[in-house]
């Protein structure tokens, strides 16, 4: 069965402005465009959006300044890789909603803790973990943002989003291959990742004057609601699945 191209451009649409959101955070192109990937055409799903996080952050880090911090994003891919088998074991054997619900409720709890009781600051510990987490959110689900988002909320915002840019470049990377080789990424979800990589720049352009707007305290509030809204995201798309 080949695309649907009314679908795949509507879709263009979503991956539009879950860039602009990415561009601006640092994450959220997936967690605004999964749901509705999942809704209209779950054969897409995880291939093609993998694609557009890889898109995305090749063309910001090149040609905006890039502010990395290397540590946090060393211990952060280390853990990534780690457990990027894992997630592929996930999509071959285990259903959509069960590692849907699973993420889900860690991002979620993950928030909380933020908020309310852990302060959590960017070292190695802590994005080895959100790396591990990662690992397998990100390659079953395409999210793949926001553990170490939460990590990094208090840096810059210019900091939070050439880090998480390298590490969406290489973490996509190594789950598209881990997918190909697995047997687990078709040649649809390919096609309509390339197509959707316009969109992701038009989202990219629009989103330069609304980061003028983002303080270092108004960043860690997006970045909270943003991965608040991940974890509520994928567990309604577990129930959209079910």
Known sequence: MGLDWGIVLLLGVIVVIGSLVQAVVGFGIAVVSAPFVVVL??????????????????????????????????????GRILLMP??????????????AVVVGVMVLVAVAASVWAVEVRPSRGPAFVAGLLTGVSGTAASIGGP?????MQRERPDRIRSTLAVFFAVGATTSLIGLAVAGELTRQQLTAGLVWAPFTVLGLALAMPVRRLVSIDRMRQLVLVLATVAGVGVIVRALLLG
Not at 51 to 62: D, E, H, I, M
Not at 70 to 78: E, F, I, S
Not at 86 to 99: H, K, N, R, S
């Open 41 to 78: 055409a779950p054969d897409l799903m995880p291939g093609a959006l993998l694609l557009t996080s890889l898109t995305l952050p090749l063309v910001q880090l090149a040609r905006e300044n890039v502010d990395i911090d290397r540590p946090v994003l060393t211990w952060a891919l280390a």
């Open 86 to 99: 894992l997630g592929v074991a996930i999509v071959a054997w285990l259903p959509a909603t069960a590692i």
């Open 147 to 151: 553990f170490l988002g939460l990590v």
